[in-house]
């Protein structure tokens, strides 16, 4: 089935770095979606990307549909401790695939202060 | 983005028991989907609750172990049945937003089965 691959899995980053992480599939996604998900809660969404090339900001994140619809990076700079948690990708797979969203397998960011 | 209201938070259950997880939403919603997330995963949908009409479920899961109410466009249940150690997950609600493929998740239920 379709696989994304996340990557890293974990970071121990110094407040005040820049952090960035990516995910990658042999899979084409029509969209791509990145969540943060804090212990005990939910996963909540940061930013939706819908075409190929599309770069997006969201305060200090900023993510990119890469430009083979295979791939996306999420930067996140000048990274403070409440930055703290698990970030996943999602992909969604076009409607004749299905149309249904996969995840990532999840990059898990420290942040010392 | 919608408000999802999911109880219970938590729970401890024993072996052989049931549990039912509810899902609330402030505004009428056309999908409706529950994921599970085993520990140190990442998330796997477990089926599609579609209202008025039997879910739709993912292969590796099945209508007697994870029987899926949707009465109407704010509502569902999840039940975990005949749990076992191995069903020890959280268990999330999700909602599409106006775009399908914008999900958006409740806080989840953390399940412990001993």
């Known amino acids: 089935g379709q696989q994304l691959n996340q990557s890293p899995q974990s970071m121990f980053i110094q407040e005040g770095e820049d952090v960035s992480m990516n995910c990658t599939s042999s899979?084409?996604?029509?969209?791509w979606l990145w969540y943060k998900q804090d212990p005990g809660e939910g996963p909540v969404l940061l930013i939706a990307?819908?075409?190929?090339?599309e770069l997006t900001s969201n305060g200090r994140l900023t993510a990119q549909f890469g430009i083979t619809r295979k791939d996306s990076f999420l930067n996140i700079s000048a990274s403070i401790p409440s930055d703290v948690g698990i970030y996943f990708c999602?992909?969604?797979?076009?409607?004749?695939?299905?149309?249904?969203?996969?995840f990532g397998q999840g990059t898990e960011l420290s942040v010392k202060p | 983005s919608a408000v999802i209201s999911q109880k219970p938070s938590r729970d401890i259950c024993q072996r052989g028991t049931s549990l039912t997880i509810q899902c609330q939403v402030d505004?009428?919603?056309?999908?409706m989907f529950w994921y599970r997330q085993q520990p140190g995963q990442s998330l796997t949908l477990i089926a599609t609750?579609?209202?008025?009409?039997?879910?739709?479920?993912e292969s590796g899961f099945v209508i007697d172990k994870f029987p899926i109410s949707r009465p109407n466009l704010t509502f569902s249940t999840l039940t975990v049945s005949n749990m076992s150690p191995e069903d020890s997950s959280i268990y999330l609600c999700?909602?599409?937003?106006?775009?399908?493929?914008?999900?958006?998740f409740g806080s989840g239920t953390q399940l412990s089965v001993l």
């Open positions: 899979s084409i996604f029509n969209t």
């Open positions: 609750a579609n209202q008025g009409s039997e879910a739709t479920y």
């Open positions: 999602a992909g969604q797979l076009s409607p004749n695939q299905g149309g249904k969203l996969i």
């Open positions: 505004s009428q919603v056309t999908m």
């Open positions: 999700s909602v599409a937003g106006y775009r399908s493929e914008k999900l958006f």
């Open positions: 990307l819908y075409k190929a090339g």
